[in-house]
Structures are given as structure tokens and as C-alpha cells.
């Protein structure tokens, strides 16, 4: 039954004119990322604190030094990490079909790793669209600035240059609205998409889970690629293991 359902996977991918891949935290595993809420298991100095101190507008603006050295911490525990074959099919995926000119692969992340980016998938030409933000990225609180140098090792919240506000992480909070530029571009991706690819996530959070259900209103076939099958009656084909080994079986 499952070499059928990956027979069928490939002959829809290579009938697809508009493609659209949402990936989850099960694609960064792979690459040995841990999640959020992994990161502060234990018994380290970190699991003390509640998410949301570390990760909200809230918690910043309370202690901001706190909430910087945790994503310090977590762009040092990640910096060699290196994109895996979940990534590379994709990328390599997304540069044939656009060589061809007969496919359009738009990728929707959920991770703000960015292993996507490393791996060749190009967000200045909206091949990737990270929702979540970039982790490797920081603008200012107060005037938005984007701040481009290197802050590796710096332990004290940078100053903004230009207007003397705090840098921060340019990931999305808890309780903050997704970027609106990159969500309409996530939103058109699936709406004009006929295949829907989710990846690595259980496509129950949302709003990233309403893209799933936007694809198929719109007639588009749905297909989970993920360890643990999701029980939804949207997903008509469902691939379970990891994405790294079933992409590669599916993408030729």
C-alpha cells in the first residue's frame, strides 16, 4: 500500500503546475534543531523560565537582556548546523522547476532556523517564505531598522544605530501578528495552488494550519509527509516517515 501511495505522490508532483510546501519542526530535527519547548528541557538554566518570558513582546520589554541571551544561546547551540536531504531535495527541487519553466514551488516554513536559506531556496524571490521570522536576523524594536552585523558572542542588547531603540530577534513572538508582506504571500501560494505538500508538521497549529485548508477549497490534492500521520480527513494521501527519505522517493 505504501509504494502505491508514493507511486501516486510522484505522478501528481509531476503533473502539478503550482506547488506549495509547508514545513514543521519535524524537517529541522532532522538537522538536530531542537524545538522551542525542547530547548528548555532539562535542568538548565533556561528551563526555569515560562515560554512566554523568553519569547514575547512582554517578556522583552521586562528583560530584555534575559530574552536576548536565551536567543544568543540557541544561535550558539545551532550554528553548525547544516541543512539536511529535506532541505536539499527541496532546493534543488525548486531550481529545476523554475529551469523548466513548467512548475512554480513556493515554500512556506514554519522554522525559524534558516536551514531553507542555506540550502539555496532564495526568500528574496519568495521561494521560501519563513512566517515565523529568521532567527539569524535582528531589527530594531523602535524603528524597525534591520541590523546586519554580526552580534555573535555580544551578551548586552545592542543599540539601534540610527534611533537608540533595543535590537531584537527578528522572529514572531508569542501574541505578535505574522509579518503581512510574507502571510499574503503563504495565503496566494496555497490558494493558487493544485498540490499542497505538508512536511514535518502535524498542520494543526494555526494560523500556518488554515493554509492546508485554504489549498483545498480550492480543489488542490493535499499530501503529509511526516513520522506520525495527522488524522485529518483533508490530507488524501498520507507518507509517513522522515522527510529527508520520503521527499527523496517522491521528487525525481
Known amino acids: 500500500m505504501e509504494q502505491a501511495v508514493i507511486d501516486k505522490v510522484k505522478e501528481l508532483i509531476k503533473q502539478a503546475k503550482r506547488v506549495c510546501i509547508l514545513t514543521g519542526a519535524g524537517v529541522s530535527a532532522e538537522s538536530g534543531i531542537s524545538t522551542f519547548r525542547e530547548a528548555q528541557d532539562g535542568k538548565g538554566l533556561w528551563s526555569q523560565y515560562d ?21 544568543q544561546w540557541r544561535r550558539e547551540v545551532n ?10 531535495t527541496i532546493a534543488q527541487w525548486q531550481k529545476q522547476a523554475k529551469a523548466s519553466g513548467k512548475q512554480e514551488v513556493t515554500l512556506v516554513t514554519q522554522n525559524v532556523d534558516g536551514l531553507h536559506q542555506q540550502a539555496g531556496s532564495d526568500p528574496e524571490k519568495y521561494e521560501v517564505v519563513d512566517i515565523h521570522g ?8 523602535q524603528c ?6 554580526d552580534v555573535t558572542g ?3 542588547v545592542p543599540e539601534c544605530k540610527s534611533c537608540g531603540g533595543q535590537v531584537r530577534p527578528s522572529v514572531v513572538w508569542f501574541g505578535e501578528a505574522l509579518d503581512e508582506k510574507k502571510w499574503q504571500a503563504a495565503e496566494t501560494a496555497a490558494f493558487c495552488c493544485d498540490l499542497f505538500l505538508s512536511i514535518g508538521t502535524s498542520s494543526q497549529v494555526y494560523p500556518a494550519a488554515g493554509l492546508m485548508m485554504l489549498a483545498k477549497s480550492q480543489g488542490a490534492k493535499i499530501v503529509e509527509i511526516n513520522p506520525e500521520p495527522t488524522q ?10 522522515k522527510a529527508g527519505i520520503m521527499l527523496s522517493k517522491v521528487v525525481s
Open 51 to 71: 515560554p512566554k518570558q523568553l519569547a514575547s513582546l512582554d517578556g522583552f520589554l521586562q528583560d530584555p537582556e534575559k530574552v536576548w541571551q536565551w536567543y
Open 79 to 88: 550554528q553548525d548546523k547544516k541543512p539536511n536531504p529535506a532541505h536539499i
Open 154 to 156: 555580544v551578551q548586552q
Open 134 to 141: 529568521n532567527i539569524w536576523q535582528n531589527h530594531c524594536l
Open 144 to 149: 524597525g531598522e534591520k541590523h546586519l552585523e
Open 232 to 241: 485529518s480527513s483533508v490530507i488524501d494521501y498520507q507518507i509517513k516517515g
